[in-house]
């Protein structure tokens, strides 16, 4: 028996379905689309070229000899120094394009040019993500049961194997984990001329919040679930086996939710970033709720 055509109409969006399918494919190109213009400017805007030099470095007096958040937060957008150091999470791990070990050819870029590919990596190459869209920009599909722009889909075939990646994005992003607790830990760090003191600001809340819900989607990714729960058939023969069963329960259990955590987690950091720019570039005081200078 040859295959079976569907009866499906024919012409881009045509459908014999009655519900309000295009609200959640056109949500979604909204929310994406957003967020990659948000965080492709403000990746740029610590870069020194054109219009974006007025945040650049060349824009801060002591670039030359800044080595420190506090040198360089006090002419930047990426970080508040309030006695403590609340840094981005897009510019974390923080990287100064003008250090000796980097070529001078590359000291115009700004320090989240070095770091965010791999973030942008890892939600890209994103089971979830890719589904999002595919039929967010590319219509593939355009939904279940509604006819698309173009008639054929071949898979995850030619340029698209780089989604395979997907597993070494992984491993990076877990990396990125112990490097936004500690700039949480600095942020709750205060310091001045007479000692070290511990305080709590409304951007260290922020920053730890930013920490738990990339947690949440990190441990929950497939690939993390498969690396922790594949190649064995034994739960319970070893220790080893019994702490891989456990933690195989613990990222199936978020992975349950994989899509929350996804679009919460993608929305906290642009969010966290949001505020310590306004807070660095608008005169706003970070509110100490606790301890502190
Ligand atoms: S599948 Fe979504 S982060 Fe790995």
Request: net charge neutral; proline share 4%.
């Amino acid at each position: 028996m040859g295959n079976v055509k569907l009866p499906l109409k024919r012409g881009f969006g045509k459908t014999d379905r009655r519900d309000d399918w295009w609200k959640g494919p056109t949500a979604m190109a909204a929310y994406l689309g957003f967020m990659i213009i948000y965080a492709t400017w403000r990746g740029f805007m610590e870069s020194d070229f054109l219009f974006f030099s007025d945040f650049g470095a060349s824009s801060c007096e002591n670039w030359d000899t800044a080595r420190s958040f506090k040198d360089v937060s006090e002419c930047q957008t990426m970080a508040i120094e309030q006695g403590s150091h609340v840094l981005s999470p897009l510019y974390s791990p923080l990287i100064f394009p003008q250090s000796s070990w980097i070529p001078k050819e590359l000291w115009w870029m700004s320090p989240a040019m070095f770091i965010l590919v791999f973030p942008a990596g890892f939600r890209a190459t994103c089971y979830y993500y890719r589904k999002a869209y595919y039929r967010a920009f590319f219509q593939q599909p355009t939904g279940c049961a509604v006819s698309k722009p173009w008639n054929e889909y071949s898979g995850e075939r030619g340029i698209l194997v780089v989604q395979n990646l997907h597993r070494i994005f992984m491993y990076i992003a877990v990396i990125y984990l112990p490097i936004l607790s500690y700039d949480f830990w600095l942020s709750v760090n205060f310091h001045d001329a007479t000692g070290d003191y511990f305080g709590v600001s409304v951007g260290s809340l922020v920053l730890l919040l930013n920490v738990i819900l990339l947690s949440g989607y990190v441990f929950g990714c497939h690939a993390f679930r498969h690396v922790v729960g594949g190649g064995s058939n034994d739960w319970t023969g070893s220790s080893i086996n019994r702490f891989k069963y456990s933690m195989w329960k613990f990222s199936t259990k978020l992975n349950e939710r994989h899509k929350d955590w996804a679009l919460l987690s993608l929305f906290w950091v642009m969010f966290a970033d949001f505020y310590i720019w306004i807070c660095q570039d608008f005169g706003l005081t970070d509110y100490v709720i606790l301890g502190g200078i």
